[in-house]
């Protein structure tokens, strides 16, 4: 089975309303140029059970890619879960 899910958050006023100073520390963020945040994600997972006498043995395994477009660059990461019991 996949997915594929689309997330945008656009900012709030505070969001646009804050900003950056200009000396450290840095701990606002924001501004007239804050834009939104997108989210882009596929998955794909698969799960099997195997009768084994006595026991049966069951996986699942989970495949995620992420990309996501944020106003401080573009984070790309991609996971894989796997559980065996």
């Not at 996986?59 to 996971?79: C, E, F, I, K, S």
């Amino acid at each position: 089975m996949g997915a594929v899910s689309r997330a945008v958050r656009t900012p709030s006023r505070i969001d646009r309303d804050f900003y950056v100073s200009q000396n450290p520390p840095f701990l606002l963020a924001g501004g007239p140029n804050f834009g939104s945040e997108k989210l882009l994600t596929f998955e794909w997972g698969y799960n099997a059970r195997v009768p084994v006498f006595p026991h049966r043995i069951e996986w699942d395994g989970t495949l995620r890619y992420v990309d996501a477009l944020t106003n401080q660059g573009v984070p790309r990461y991609v996971t894989l879960d796997l559980r065996l019991g």
